[in-house]
Each structure stands twice: as C-alpha cells, then as structure tokens.
C-alpha cells in the first residue's frame, strides 16, 4: 500500500523492496492485532523504567508484535516443509530452534528502549512466551584490551567488538544448543565484568540489539567469505531518527546520568558530577561529535538498507514512517 497517489511516485515505490506506510497507516494495523493490552500489562509495561508514551506502544509496538508473532509461525511452518522434503534423509526431523531477531541503529537512538519493549510485548503471545535480550556491548573487547590495541576513543566501532564471539554466540544459540553464555559490560564501571556471564537456555525468540548488528560478514583469514552475525537473523529492525535529534537524546540521557547513576561512587563518570554542568555537558558533545556521531555516519546508517523493518522517529521520539521489506 504506498502511501502516495502521485503516478510516478507510486512507480517508484511500486519497484522499491520497501513498502513505506506512514503512522496512520501502520497505526490501522492495530485492529486486526488480536490481544490488546489490558490494564495490568499497561501497568506493568510502565514498570520497565522507560517513560515511554502508552499510544506509542499501542500504535506502533503492539503492530509489531502481531507482525513477528506471525513472522514466527511461518518460520515454523518453513521447517515443517523442510522436514517432509528431507524425510529420513534428514537425519530426523529439524526441530525448532530460537527465531532471531536483530535491532540496530546508532547509540542513544532508543535501541535498548525498542528491544526491551518488544521482549515484554512478544512475550505476551502464547506461541513464545520464552524471550531473551542480549546486548552486543558484552562482547566489547574489555578496556585493558582496547587500551592495547589504541581503541580506547573507538568503543562502539565495529573493530572495538569481539566480532567472532557474538557470531559464534547467536550461532550456538540459533543452532539450538542447550546453553550458551556471553560476557556482561556494565555502563557503571564502563568496562566488561570479570568473571561475569549472561546464559541463555533455549528461548523461543532472541533480541539482539547492538549499533553493529546488520554489519556485513569480516572476511575470513583465507580471503573467503564467512557467515555474519546478521545470517542468523530471522528479522531485524533498524531504529532511524535524524542525526540531530539523536545528539539531543544523547545529551538529554547524559544530563540525566549525571543525576543519577553517575552519583555511584563506582562509577567511571562519577568525575562529571564533581564539575558544573556546561562542563559535564562539554564532555558529552565532544563524546558524541568524535565517537558517536562519525561511527553513525560511517558504519551504523549504511547497514540501514539492510534490515527487514526501518522505524523512522520524530523529535518526539514517536515514530512518524515505517519502511517494512517486502522482498
Ligand atoms: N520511545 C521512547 N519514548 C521516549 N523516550 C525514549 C524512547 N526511546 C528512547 N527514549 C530515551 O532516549 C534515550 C536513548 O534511549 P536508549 O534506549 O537508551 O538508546 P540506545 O539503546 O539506542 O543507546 C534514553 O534517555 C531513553 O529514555
Ligand atoms: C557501549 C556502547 C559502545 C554501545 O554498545 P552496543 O550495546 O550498541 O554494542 C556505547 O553505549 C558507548 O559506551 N560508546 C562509547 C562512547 C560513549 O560513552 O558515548
């Protein structure tokens, strides 16, 4: 359904692997969703921390849910056919293993808010009541390592990630294994946590959320291509905003550190609280204009064209447009 009635506009969105709906149009999807939200779900998804507006759930989120629930049963579905074309040449039948699905996009874009709310909405669906959420910061080389290889100011780029552990990680857990663990980074100390590990014990769904998540495969020692952490997906979502709203959020989440857990006297930023707060906050945009801002442009907004949904958000941070892939 483009959303334009223009002749040569239509054209073009006709031939475009995307079909673009606007918040309206999404929005309307909602009727068909079965399982709206009751009260009690209303309340409990304001106790995840995150102030985020309950229409937002309802018109853009809860859609989602209904999308992947389905996305889910046709994987589903898929194995079955499989396992009747294979027969006994297939050593048994496949059985299910975790559908997968990837969220990416820049930092403070509200990756983590999007992949929390989806765990708790999917989560509601009888068919997978099982949902983990892994963040790709656990597998940032820790800093005496970054400091090592001089990409101490490079966290959140791509080089600055043990890029074979996490493809290793979610394939292990893709492939159905009974547990797999993954190392914990905590914002607090701003470091991995020694010692410390994340299992996950067959879920139905795994979300992924990471800047990098949709980064194309390295390339093996041998020249030859190897299969990327996006090969394991069965669904990504890429949270889009423009570059300036972004820094605002950024600064905005900052500000509000600075308050709060940056007051942990084990925290690495506890210093910003010591100094006023144009001081603090200078730091902070120099943070986003030499790491974040440049590791968006460079590495993180060209992996865009690569996932199944784009969520497009306003100044507000209410998404405005959706790009969902039809091919
Ligand atoms: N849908 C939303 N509504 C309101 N605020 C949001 C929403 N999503 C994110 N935020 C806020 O924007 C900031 C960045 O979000 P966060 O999820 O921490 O980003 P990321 O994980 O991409 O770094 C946070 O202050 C968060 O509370
Ligand atoms: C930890 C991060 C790299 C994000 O990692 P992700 O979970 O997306 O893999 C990022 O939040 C970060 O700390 N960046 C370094 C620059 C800064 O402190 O803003």
Do not use: C
Not at 132 to 143: A, K, Q, R, S
Not at 173 to 199: F, N, W
Not at 207 to 226: C, F, H, M, S, Y
Not at 231 to 252: H, M, N, P, Q
Request: aromatic share 8%; charged share 25%.
């Amino acid at each position: 359904m483009p959303s334009t009635t223009d002749p040569q506009q239509r054209r073009r969105a006709d031939n475009s692997p995307y079909v673009d709906l606007t918040r309206a149009q999404w929005s309307a999807l909602r009727e068909k969703t079965p399982l709206p939200l009751t009260a009690d779900e209303v309340e409990r998804l304001r106790g995840l921390g995150d102030v985020i507006d309950l229409d937002e759930v309802r018109d853009v989120y809860l859609p989602l849910s209904r999308l992947l629930n389905l996305y889910v049963g046709a994987t589903s579905n898929l194995r079955g056919a499989l396992n009747t074309f294979l027969g006994d040449a297939g050593g048994g039948p496949q059985t299910g293993t975790p559908f997968v699905i990837g969220v990416a996009g820049s930092v403070a874009v509200g990756k983590s808010t999007t992949a929390r709310l989806l765990r708790a909405l999917l989560a509601r669906w009888p068919e997978h009541p099982r949902v983990e959420l892994v963040t790709t910061d656990g597998f940032l080389f820790p800093n005496a390592e970054l400091h090592r290889r001089g990409l101490m100011s490079r966290k959140g780029f791509p080089e600055s990630y043990d890029r074979r552990a996490l493809t290793r990680f979610v394939a292990d857990v893709k492939s159905g294994r009974a547990e797999v663990s993954a190392p914990v980074y905590s914002h607090l100390i701003y470091d991995i946590v020694p010692g410390e590990r994340l299992t996950v014990r067959r879920p139905d769904i795994l979300i992924v959320e990471g800047l990098n998540v949709l980064q194309p495969a390295l390339p093996g020692k041998d020249g030859r291509t190897r299969l990327g952490l996006a090969d394991f997906f069965d669904f990504s979502v890429y949270v889009d905003a423009r570059t300036e709203d972004i820094e605002k959020w950024y600064l905005g989440r900052f500000r509000k550190l600075r308050e709060t857990a940056f007051q942990n006297p084990f925290s690495y930023f506890r210093k910003y609280t010591q100094v006023s707060e144009d001081e603090a906050l200078d730091y902070a945009r120099k943070m986003w204009r030499t790491i974040n801002k440049p590791n968006l442009q460079q590495n993180v907004a060209p992996t865009r064209g690569r996932a199944n949904l784009v969520l497009r958000k306003g100044p507000d941070h209410k998404v405005q447009r959706l790009s969902l892939r039809k091919l």
